[in-house]
């Protein structure tokens, strides 16, 4: 997001609410009616602020639409008229690590943070607060204005859970609220610190607030960010408490886990094509000739779609029960493509490719539905399309897109459902 656009922290919500209602018979549940009140509503407004990654299902409400990118292995199917069997023959084929990263990348990094962050983080908390391994969330947000990510995790203390998002480079935020909040410089060994706890919520019972901490070393211009909030007006990490993990000689690990500059290890690298291994031993089931999955190598998390032409950053989300389902007519594709107005509509099978968002029911009866979001490589804007959003770090040229025949095969794969959920589940997206 650029910064004319950054007092408008409701930018991004708006844009998945107007596609999530192109598709669905219902508007979009309110899942979050509650957030609007207290500390919630300051920290959802931050993490809004930066975007959301599509790193993780998450708190991202694209999770309700998902995005899809299997495809049926060659299988002719039949629906909505027309001939939608794919020439399986005329397919060009793509070498099996074609567009792969052989080096670290930065979701690389980003993975290793979220693995080792809760351990490296522990020592350094105050008595009685803890890293819960439950409540950690791996998708963490996206800068909207750098598109580096930001690691999530969750505290918890006293019984309540604090969202804690390290912030490292973008500054976005931390101005605003140590202006409003009282927050002198105090001087500390290796460097000096800040700290502001701003109230939220006051117009509401649910009162909340949330806390900014800021550490700048002695001579260098990194400076060490984050924040946390929460319901109530006392922040599990006091003042005296940020001093005393500022001072720890276990804070100069926490610190180098989220140097920007240190690129990731060797055995990252062969995890992540290990992962990939796995994920396409799924996918494949349901994929067609010539396609494969990959990480996205500027969100931890992210997948794209491969195939012959480049690649494409994609969701895929599989819809089950009579409730949430698309509002496309029985048999029949429909198609949105993303580009703020127009409704989506029911489409042929014309052979040509698309980036947008297709759905479709996977049998007769009205209760399982594919959606399918497939998009161009991540860029930063305004304008961007919430499932591009990343670290812009794809050298891979941009592939075309998905054909309604293509897309259609994904929808009607026999399993479709259950290999969606086992991809999910293996790219770290629940």
Known sequence: MTPANSENPENTDLMVHDMIGRLFDEPEPMHRTDLADGAIAQGMAVTRRRGFAVAGATLSVLAVIGGAVAMAGGANNSGGGGDWSINTDSTPQIAPQAYDDPGPTYADRQREIIEQLPSVLRPLLPAGVTVSPNQTDAAGGSSMLTGDYVPTIVLRSGGGDYPL????????????????????????????????????????????????????????????????????????????????????????????????????????????????????????????????????????????????????????????????????????????????????????????????????????????????HVFGKSELGTSVDPTQMGKPLETAPQGPGLTPQQAMAIVKAPGVAKVIEDVTKLAGLY
């Not at 109530?232 to 140097?259: C, H, N, W, Y």
């Open 165 to 372: 998002h390290f912030d490292i480079s973008d500054d976005t935020g931390y101005a605003s609220a140590f202006a409003r909040g009282t927050s002198p410089s105090i001087a500390v060994a290796g460097g000096t610190i800040r700290v502001a706890v701003v109230p939220s919520g006051t117009e509401s019972p649910l009162h909340g607030f949330s806390a900014w901490y800021e550490f700048t070393p002695t001579g260098s211009k990194q400076v060490f960010h984050f924040y946390l909030y929460g319901s109530g007006s006392t922040t599990p990490i006091s003042p005296t408490a940020f001093r005393k993990m500022v001072e720890s000689p276990a804070f100069a690990k926490l610190r180098q886990l989220l140097d920007p500059s240190v690129p990731a290890s060797a055995d990252a690298v062969r995890q992540r094509f290990a992962l990939e291994a796995k994920i396409n031993a799924e996918a494949e089931k349901v994929l067609p000739p010539g396609f494969r999955l990959k990480f996205n190598p500027g969100a931890p998390g992210a997948l794209e779609l491969v195939g012959p032409g480049g690649v494409n950053t994609f969701e895929w989300f599989s819809l089950l029960g009579k409730d949430q389902q698309i509002s496309c007519p029985a048999q029949s594709l429909c198609f949105v493509p993303y580009s703020g107005n127009g409704i989506g509509s029911t489409v042929g099978p014309d052979g040509k490719a698309r980036l947008g968002v297709y759905g479709g029911w996977t049998g007769k009866s009205a209760d399982s539905s594919v959606v399918i």
